[in-house]
């Protein structure tokens, strides 16, 4: 079974990075989903979709791997392009579509 290390993405509910700063070690899914019949809710005979471990850096991930002798693959995460805005931007002439309020 491959383990994945990443970092994860930013939430889109704040605009804050917190979540964001550490490394992840989880492993891909080694069998489906099944809907149960009687109830509807979803499960997996698979045990290893629940371990996900944190790391401060990328190679310490990448050494606990090696250690521990499990096949991993490293996904870089996407550089965020930084957007200037500036809040008089909203009030100046010529501004690009229509004040509402």
Request: charged share 30%.
């Amino acid at each position: 079974m491959i383990a994945r290390i990443y970092k994860p993405a930013k939430t889109a509910m704040q605009s804050g990075l917190a979540k964001a700063k550490d490394w992840v070690l989880d492993y891909e899914p080694a069998s489906a989903r099944e809907i149960e019949p009687l109830m509807g809710w979803t499960s997996s005979n698979d045990m290893l979709s629940q371990v996900r471990l944190f790391f401060e850096t990328k190679e310490e991930a990448v050494d606990y791997a090696k250690k521990n002798a499990i096949p991993y693959r490293v996904f870089e995460p996407n550089p965020r392009a930084a957007i200037k805005k500036s809040y008089s931007d909203n009030f100046k002439y010529g501004r690009i579509g229509s004040w509402t309020h």
